[in-house]
């Protein structure tokens, strides 16, 4: 039988961090000792009491279905979360429980975005943000934010873009891939121009809240005028080491609320009961784990910015939150190795994982061209070498 796949999916692409990571392991079990500075994903442990809630969840009978838009319980704790910390006010019933952040993303685009519609995405920008806006048959449009902007857009970028198809516009602060983080004065810049525009929602990707090197995190929703036309989404993957418990939440109008719970329940239906438990005592409990895990990552931060400025060629960004860096390597392009020419960031990063054994991920799906993204979501002495390997085999090129 011929295949039936439809043009929808046909349209969409691979993840380019999960294909790089598929990659490096099938170097590694060949016996390569691969470096892999690729996978977003933090190396600690989840701290102790989150897992022992989990435990104690089970114990205590949480392994039924759930309600489909979450506990309850873990809705309050994050109303509370955000009235505590980011000073914003939503009701349990304004608050919907996704299996991770990235559902929470993809349940908005999905109930937002119809046929035509054009959803305007700073670049850089995640992977999955074009990808989802594709799923739904909108028109991503992406606004250039280059390295001599550090990275973020301008409010007359954003003016520029907006057409009378624009739907939605997709943030991230911090952001992946290239750690930037918009100040409160550069997002009251942004809302401003949203605030002309009927029509015009706001996705407020925050799940880098908590790995933050400014000294505050700052919110577009928190812009006068905007507590009605931002999406909130944030969970407790990065911030908790929680990756693989799925959890992810977004706040959002009552009626938009209403609208992914339903989605939500005709095609996963409510998170795991176990995760949700142990994410409620995440949000609750003690916020010294947050803390002590951010300090490590700007330590990693400061040692790869430091080592990474020694190769020549190579411009960068200070990264200002996440654990990511996306060093522009436009000096490498055109340059060549045994007759195979670099052309490309995801030229270099293929380069760089057969020839210095480093997984890393070119910035073109990232749209981030010329770059490559490193994370340090690791150890300093994985850094280290990491690092080393990269120059080593920078150096091959002529």
Not at 95 to 121: F, H, M, R, T, Y
Not at 192 to 197: D, F, G, N, S, Y
Not at 302 to 317: D, E, H, T
Not at 335 to 355: R, T
């Amino acid at each position: 039988m011929k295949e039936m796949i439809s043009p929808r999916l046909r349209a969409l692409s691979p993840s380019a961090t999960f294909e790089m990571a598929r990659r490096s392991a099938e170097l590694a079990a060949q016996g390569v000792d691969v470096v892999n500075m690729s996978v977003g994903e933090p190396d600690f442990k989840t701290p102790g009491h989150i897992s022992e809630a989990a435990v104690s969840a089970i114990d205590s009978g949480y392994t039924k279905y759930s309600p489909v838009s979450g506990y309850t319980s873990l809705k309050e704790a994050v109303c509370h979360k955000l009235l505590s910390e980011n000073g914003l006010s939503y009701s349990p019933s304004q608050i919907v429980i996704s299996s991770g952040a990235k559902q929470s993303i993809c349940n908005a685009v999905l109930a937002l975005v119809n046929p035509g519609d054009e959803v305007i995405i700073p670049a850089p920008f995640w992977v999955s943000y074009p990808q989802m806006v594709l799923l739904a048959g909108g028109v991503p449009v992406h606004v250039a934010a280059p390295i001599e902007q550090d990275f973020k857009i301008t409010p007359g970028q954003l003016e520029a873009a907006i057409t009378p198809r624009t739907r939605l516009l997709i943030l991230c602060s911090p952001s992946n891939p290239s750690g930037a983080v918009y100040t409160a004065a550069e997002l009251d810049g942004l809302a401003e121009v949203i605030r002309k525009h009927d029509g015009i929602m706001v996705l407020s990707d925050e799940i880098y809240e908590h790995i933050n090197y400014t000294g505050s995190h700052a919110s577009i929703a928190s812009a006068p005028g905007m507590e009605d036309r931002v999406i909130v989404v944030n969970g407790v993957s990065k911030s908790y080491a929680m990756t693989g418990w799925r959890i992810g939440y977004m706040a959002a109008p009552q009626w938009l609320a209403s609208a992914c719970s339903m989605l939500q329940g005709q095609y996963t239906s409510g998170p795991s009961s176990i995760s949700q438990k142990a994410a409620e005592t995440a949000l609750m409990g003690s916020q010294a784990c947050v803390e002590q895990m951010r300090l490590a990552f700007l330590r990693r931060r400061n040692v790869l910015v430091s080592l990474i400025s020694k190769i020549p060629g190579l411009r960068i960004s200070v990264p200002q939150g996440a654990f990511y860096l996306l060093p522009d390597c436009s000096a490498y392009l055109g340059k060549s190795f045994k007759g195979k020419k670099i052309e490309s960031g995801n030229d270099l990063a293929m380069f760089l994982l057969s020839e210095g054994h480093v997984a890393t991920v070119g910035g073109e799906p990232f749209g981030a061209p010329g770059c490559v993204r490193l994370s340090y979501a690791t150890s300093e002495d994985v850094i280290s070498e990491g690092v080393r390997r990269i120059g080593a085999a920078l150096a091959l090129l002529a």
